[in-house]
């Protein structure tokens, strides 16, 4: 039998993968026009006021999840543009050591992100579990491919307590629009069929990012419960 193009079985449970180079790596997140307009002009994520520095606000650094939780940018009317966010190396990890696990390690729509992500809705964000006020939400959410599809295996999902997002937001070094990559991408799906466009293919017109594992030493893999062997249900 052919093997399967939706399960990876050499795929750990839990692994970081994302787009990166020598200093620096990248996370996505979808926001309001008003808010993603003026971080671009500015390359400064609060650069406008509808920014809120006191929420709670969800990155993620898988592109596929990215266009699962935004549908392709059109999913949440409050969050029509999904900025690419370059953060430094040190800004990535020192939110990792910060960082505690959701109960039960995330699930397919997280509860947490949905009552805390930075959007203009005026909600204001809910502490969950024990989690302390400078604690780092980390949970591990279902990966998705570019067709939204779910994977046997998990993508990290971090989320950045309104008290730590104005140091957060000082790490971040290169902010872009990429809005209508998600929805090319959406576009050549559709228009072209599932069977007729490759990965490599995708790659080259630049719809979909490189991305590579991304290695943390062995005392944050505990911290991120990456040791463990035991898969949840999916």
Same mark, same amino acid.
């Given at each position: 039998?052919?093997?399967?193009?939706?399960?990876?079985?050499?795929?750990?449970?839990?692994?970081?993968?994302?787009?990166?180079?020598?200093?620096?790596?990248?996370?996505?997140?979808?926001?309001?026009? %008003?808010?993603?307009?003026?971080?671009?002009?500015?390359?400064?994520?609060?650069?406008?006021?509808?920014?809120?520095? /006191?929420?709670?606000?969800?990155?993620?650094?898988?592109?596929?999840?990215?266009?699962?939780?935004?549908?392709?940018?059109?999913?949440?009317?409050?969050?029509?543009?999904?900025?690419?966010?370059?953060?430094?190396?040190?800004?990535?990890?020192?939110?990792?050591?910060?960082?505690?696990?959701?109960? /039960?390690?995330?699930?397919?729509?997280?509860?947490?992100?949905?009552?805390?992500?930075?959007?203009?809705?005026?909600?204001?964000?809910?502490? %969950? /579990?024990?989690?302390?006020?400078?604690?780092?939400?980390?949970?591990?959410?279902?990966?998705?491919?570019?067709?939204?599809?779910?994977?046997?295996?998990?993508?990290?999902?971090?989320?950045?307590?309104?008290?730590?997002?104005?140091?957060?937001?000082?790490?971040?070094?290169?902010?872009?629009?990429?809005?209508?990559?998600?929805?090319?991408?959406?576009?050549?799906?559709?228009? %072209?069929?599932? %069977?007729?466009?490759?990965?490599?293919?995708?790659?080259?017109? /630049?719809?979909?990012?490189?991305?590579?594992?991304?290695?943390?030493?062995?005392?944050?893999?505990?911290?991120?419960?990456?040791?463990?062997?035991?898969?949840?249900?999916?």
């Amino acid at each position: 039998m052919p093997s399967s193009t939706i399960s990876k079985p050499t795929t750990p449970f839990r692994q970081i993968r994302a787009h990166y180079d020598t200093q620096t790596i990248t996370v996505y997140q979808a926001y309001s026009s %008003e808010i993603a307009s003026a971080a671009v002009e500015h390359q400064k994520l609060n650069a406008s006021p509808a920014f809120s520095m /006191g929420r709670m606000t969800w990155v993620k650094p898988s592109w596929a999840w990215m266009l699962y939780r935004a549908g392709y940018s059109y999913k949440d009317p409050r969050q029509t543009r999904i900025l690419a966010l370059t953060m430094t190396y040190e800004a990535f990890i020192g939110l990792l050591r910060r960082a505690v696990l959701s109960h /039960g390690h995330g699930a397919e729509k997280s509860g947490a992100e949905k009552q805390n992500t930075q959007n203009d809705s005026g909600r204001k964000a809910k502490s %969950e /579990g024990r989690a302390k006020p400078v604690d780092v939400r980390v949970q591990w959410d279902p990966e998705r491919t570019i067709r939204l599809e779910k994977l046997e295996y998990r993508s990290i999902q971090i989320g950045v307590p309104g008290a730590l997002v104005p140091g957060w937001v000082e790490g971040i070094v290169g902010i872009e629009d990429v809005t209508d990559r998600a929805r090319g991408l959406k576009r050549v799906i559709d228009e %072209e069929g599932e %069977e007729k466009v490759r990965m490599e293919e995708l790659v080259g017109r /630049g719809l979909v990012p490189v991305e590579r594992v991304y290695e943390v030493d062995e005392d944050l893999r505990r911290v991120l419960a990456m040791v463990s062997d035991a898969h949840e249900d999916v």
